[in-house]
Every structure is written in structure tokens, then in C-alpha cells.
């Protein structure tokens, strides 16, 4: 009889980022992320030299919780998430452990998007998600064997999760999602009217 089992699998964390501390206020998270927009005259004009649709200040203002009060508590519930994710995936730290790198600001307008990508040199990823109004892009993740597959076929319409190419999970206001650094993921167009708005981050080990 043939035996058939899973291997090498790929987790993502999905929570509400008030399973730990404090509930954020969201008028404030989302009025803090415009502030930041409409102060950083650098990563506008990187948004603009770049073709990037909307602003991210991930090229100019990452260190955003010693600017505004309720990012430091996003990063104490971080800092707990990432350790429960972590334990999840029966990580050896060695004696040491995983912090915070860069934490940075989202914003896409309708029509925006940003393309597939992965996070080089971090170990886990995530985003806050802020604002998502009806129609928002929800997140998409790549199977990372796709550039492998060469010439395999593809996948029957109705393949059960764990055997799609494709993934494709819509962020509720006040979530927290996590995944490896490594594994590849896009922002599909904003078909909404509203801006889409996300805090994304990196933690490293050291």
C-alpha cells in the first residue's frame, strides 16, 4: 500500500495583535501612519524616483517606535508574537534571540500594489494591517518550490490548500500575520476607493 506524507512545511501566523497587551486604538495607529507620511519629505521622493504607487517609508523611516508612543506598544506586542511563532517553529536561538530590525509604514491608494518580493537577511516578516476597506488587496504567498517546478503541470482548480501555487489570505483590521523571511509574497492592485494601510517589519536573530 502506498504511504504519502507532507514534508518541509511552510507556517503562517495569523493573530489578533492584542492576544498580547494592550487593545491599540485604530484611529490613532491610522492617523500616526498619515502623520509619518505627510512629515517624510524622503521617502516621498523615493516613492516617486522608485514608481512606487502610494508611500512606504521603508527607505527612510524605520525606527518608528521611539516617534510615536502606540508603535512602541506595537512592538512590545510584536516582540510576544514573534516569540510565540518562533517557538511554533521549534527554532534552536542558542541563547539568543529575535529582535526587531525595521518597522515601517504602508500606504496604497487604489491602483496600488506592491510587487512580489521576499525579506533577505531577517528571519521573521509580518505585517499590522491598519485600514483594509471593502475591495482591499488581500496578501498573496507563493509556494517557494515554484521556481523548481520546471516542468511540472500545474494545479487542478479545486487542489486542496497545502497544494496550491498560490495563496491568498484577506487581513482583518487589528491582525497580525508572520511568516519566514524567505518565503515570497506580493500586494495584489487595491481595487478599493480607500487606502490600504499596513505597519510591515522584520526581526532578525542575534
Not at 111 to 121: E, F, N, Q, V
Request: proline share 5%.
Amino acid at each position: 500500500m502506498p504511504q504519502i506524507e507532507s514534508l518541509f512545511v511552510t507556517r503562517l501566523y495569523r493573530a489578533k495583535l492584542s492576544e498580547f497587551g494592550e487593545t491599540l486604538d485604530q484611529n490613532e495607529l491610522k492617523a500616526s501612519c498619515y502623520s509619518i507620511a505627510e512629515d517624510d519629505e524622503a521617502g516621498q521622493a523615493w516613492c516617486l524616483d522608485n514608481g512606487y504607487s502610494g508611500y512606504t517609508s521603508y527607505a527612510s523611516l524605520t525606527d518608528l517606535a521611539w516617534r510615536f508612543p502606540i508603535f512602541a506598544d506595537m512592538v512590545a506586542a510584536l516582540d510576544a508574537h514573534v516569540a510565540a511563532f518562533s517557538k511554533d517553529l521549534e527554532f534552536e536561538l542558542d541563547g539568543r534571540s529575535l529582535k526587531l530590525e525595521d518597522l515601517w509604514v504602508n500606504i496604497l491608494p487604489e491602483g496600488g500594489a506592491h510587487s512580489s518580493h521576499l525579506h533577505p537577511h531577517s528571519v521573521i516578516s509580518g505585517t499590522v494591517y491598519v485600514s483594509m476597506p471593502e475591495g482591499a488587496s488581500a496578501l498573496k504567498l507563493e509556494d517557494p518550490r515554484s521556481g523548481r517546478m520546471m516542468a511540472a503541470p500545474i494545479r487542478t482548480k479545486n487542489a486542496p490548500r497545502n497544494l496550491q501555487q498560490f495563496i491568498y489570505v484577506k487581513p482583518k483590521v487589528g491582525e497580525v500575520f508572520l511568516w519566514e523571511s524567505w518565503l515570497r509574497h506580493e500586494v495584489p492592485m487595491n481595487t478599493a476607493e480607500d487606502e490600504r494601510i499596513s505597519v510591515s517589519f522584520n526581526y532578525k536573530w542575534e
